[in-house]
């Protein structure tokens, strides 16, 4: 950061901005304004996509700081589908003020993630959300009857890689990327997958992943998984699958077939809205303990 403040004191600046961009697959690439490619940091930042932005105006305190990029769809960088596909959903996006004469000159301007993106004729526009976007979601827990962790996070903690809560098989029969069939998926009693995942390892929509709506086993023996929505990218016969147990976040579902009763994050015992207005009574139980 001082080399560069010492060479735009100069007067006779060669700047230029750069673009990091990290899909949540990993995938990493990199852009620029100037019309040569430059590399640090382990990435190639390309000088051919036509990626620019608007300007970037940083605040003090926790106001957000949000602008947008701009780009040309190209199939060897940023392609149509993939952004169909939700690949660039949430990405990690960098940028940085630039000497391109000597690239160890440069100053991090923006940290964020993408948000929305729009694109036709051939071009794309992206939202960039600053870091402190995140101070728009909402934080703290809700006093509520269902459990509010994700199934296999670090506040559940069921280890989903456990014995007879997943599945790994490749795809054979599949409809509209939403309907999957499977002969070979077998041992797990029927509805055992519903409201769980979907994730395609690899392949054209490898590191998509739905959520499913209906397990169900089929007259003539087969299983069928089904999406809420339909996967955006071609899911083919042999793609490797995993398919994940599903949790309706009930405590009883907890207990029983995850055997995780110590780490339920709901309030199973809070009163109900007709408790509050009931009024007192001299028969039944009294004790103060939960009603079931």
């Not at 080399?3 to 901005?17: H, V």
């Not at 999406?227 to 009883?252: H, M, N, Y």
């Not at 509050?276 to 039944?284: A, C, E, N, R």
Request: hydrophobic share 40%.
């Amino acid at each position: 950061m001082t080399a560069l403040m010492d060479t735009l004191a100069t007067g006779a600046t060669s700047l230029c901005r750069c673009w990091a961009l990290t899909r949540r697959d990993g995938v990493t690439m990199g852009f620029t304004d100037h019309d040569q490619p430059l590399v640090f940091d382990g990435i190639t930042f390309r000088a051919d996509t036509g990626m620019t932005a608007r300007a970037l105006e940083t605040s003090t305190g926790l106001s957000v700081n949000n602008t947008e990029a701009m780009g040309v769809l190209s199939d060897a960088a940023i392609r149509e589908a993939d952004i169909d596909a939700g690949r660039y959903d949430g990405a990690e996006v960098r940028s940085w003020l630039v000497n391109w004469r000597d690239v160890t000159e440069r100053a991090l301007r923006f940290r964020g993630t993408i948000g929305e993106i729009r694109r036709g004729a051939g071009a794309f526009d992206a939202e960039l959300r600053g870091l402190t976007e995140a101070l728009n979601q909402p934080q703290g827990r809700i006093y509520q009857r269902p459990c509010s962790a994700v199934l296999g996070d670090a506040a559940c903690r069921v280890d989903l890689d456990a014995p007879g809560l997943s599945a790994d098989l490749p795809a054979e029969e599949v409809e509209d990327g939403r309907l999957f069939r499977f002969v070979g998926l077998t041992g797990f009693s029927d509805g055992w997958f519903e409201k769980g995942q979907l994730r395609v390892l690899s392949g054209g929509a490898g590191g998509l992943n739905g959520v499913i709506k209906a397990d169900r086993i089929l007259p003539d023996g087969r299983r069928e998984i089904e999406l809420w929505q339909e996967l955006r990218a071609e899911v083919l016969a042999g793609d490797p699958l995993r398919i994940e147990a599903g949790c309706d976040k009930q405590f009883t579902t907890c207990q029983l077939k995850f055997a995780n009763a110590l780490n339920f994050r709901g309030f199973p015992d809070i009163p109900g809205d007709d408790w509050l207005v009931s009024v007192p009574t001299q028969s039944g139980q009294n004790d103060g303990g939960s009603y079931r």
